[in-house]
């Protein structure tokens, strides 16, 4: 009886011991908080890290501890190793690290992963203030989590000696996001695909009756589009951005070194072999770019992409970031890029999308302002109805002096799709496989439109590139009234200075 007491004691003591861990391992975190913990001050000894909430303690096996700090601090020339031995392991999907840096750093963090020790890489830039770094974990679309740290690696990619310090480290439970994610008001509903890298897949206008017929000219969309132009109705939720694979959508792509100048090896794209170009869909095979981080408000989403090299398969993901936040405001989608590069590679100057832009072919008139009195209601606004594919065109680039272009039907004032991207006025434009088989769905059928705002730079690494555009929907008319009322709600001061 004595002997049966005690065994049922153990378990109860263990089960509940184990508790918290089951819990985590079966339920998400109740809210979502994207703010870490940190170690308060002043009361780092050189034994512990926070995680959690709680000291850990550590064994450093690479690298040096600062001592004399207030926070849990560390040197190192080219490598610091931190390993764990957590009292209280949690399962976890999502984690987040509060640290600074004076130097670029790549970062692998290892955890149990069923049963077995995982290891994944992640990048961070140098910081003059505590900043945080979140990361889903690799397997977080395939619902599954972590169960422990083991270790923090990290490696100096500057060329002096690092000072870090670290204030916490966070392990959460977030419920798992759909492929796409959604926002919308009384003027767009948007989509942004996880599966592609969080670039821009879904643009609903929802302040006319925008509809998709075909007819025996084709299929055509516009407002009213089955009583303007009879025929069959193909849909009455119209997504006028083409979806159709990775190099569609609304996205943001670069170009970098072509290995003249490094050891960087190109690949075969089109016949032509390819530079580095992080595309933030993903690459020419399909394959999904890696998401990072995801927030999602009443009126924003918040993307990081770890993207894809357009030209080679997927086990050379790039060594880089994508950031882009999309929101809702003044009747428009403001859109918001940043691009960090920690690959190393000579910077190139040449010509970069910012962005590029994939309309629906049935949009396949190109409008844009080119005169010389910008913003004065000048009526003599440019059209174009033959263009081709932009590959195969030498001569398709086009000066936008009020740094808006449009991709619309082919009636007068025109209903389509406008972009605006200030201080850019270079566009290129292009149409894919013009008048060719319109899927019930435009948005996933092979023929598309195209446009991208050309700036040249060469981008560096270690250095963000930001931008920012908005894009508009409507008449052209109206599409360049939206834009003028509200050209100086973004600047791209940022860039032009890069």
Known sequence: MNI????????????????PYFKSLIFYDEGEVFEVRQIEANTWQG?????????????????????????????????????????EPKAFNYYGISLKT????????????????????????????????????????????????????????????????????????RKVLAETVYISDGNFKIGVSLKWGGSLSYAQYLRENIQAVKTKDGVKVGIDALKNYGGLLLTSKVNLINRNDTGRVVQ?????????????????????????????GGNKYNDASKIVDCRVGDDYIYIKCRPMDWAKPADCITSSYM???????????????????????????????????????????????????????????????????????????YTATEYWSAWTNTEEDAFGLGLYVPEVPLVKAGVFDRGGNIKRDPSRSGPTSYTAAIHFVAVESFKPLEYS?????????QIRERFAGNKNLIDNQKLINY
Request: proline share 5%.
């Open 469 to 477: 555009y908005l894009i508009a929907a409507g008449k052209v008319s």
């Open 102 to 173: 004076n130097k670029p750093l790549k970062g692998i963090i290892s955890y149990n992963l069923a049963g077995k020790e995982y290891s994944e890489e992640f990048f961070v830039n140098a910081v003059s203030e505590a900043g945080d770094f979140f990361s889903f974990i690799d397997s977080y679309f395939d619902r599954h989590k972590g169960l422990e740290i083991k270790s923090l690696y990290f490696e100096n990619l500057g060329s002096e000696k690092v000072e870090l310090f670290l204030y916490g480290l966070d392990l959460y439970n």
């Open 47 to 87: 034994d512990c890290v926070f995680i959690n909430g709680k000291k850990e303690p550590f064994t450093l096996e690479k690298g040096e501890c600062l001592n004399d700090n207030p926070y849990p601090g560390f040197c190192f020339d080219e490598e610091l190793l931190i390993r764990f031995n957590m009292a």
């Open 252 to 280: 943001q792509s670069y170009y970098g070194t072509n290995g003249s100048n490094d050891e960087y090896e190109r690949s075969e794209f089109m016949g032509h072999m390819w530079p580095y170009n992080p595309v933030q």
């Open 323 to 397: 950031e882009a936040t999309y929101a809702l405001k003044e009747g428009l989608i403001q859109v918001d890029c940043k691009f960090t590069d920690f690959s190393g590679w000579t910077p190139t100057y040449t010509a970069q999308e910012v962005p590029a832009f994939y309309p629906i072919e049935p949009l396949n008139s190109f409008r844009f302002y080119e005169g010389g009195v910008p913003w004065q209601n000048d009526e003599n606004i440019r059209r174009e109805d033959d263009l081709i594919f932009w590959a195969e065109a030498h001569d398709q680039q």
């Open 4 to 19: 049966f007491k005690r065994l049922l004691l153990l378990i109860t003591t263990v089960s509940l011991a184990f508790l």
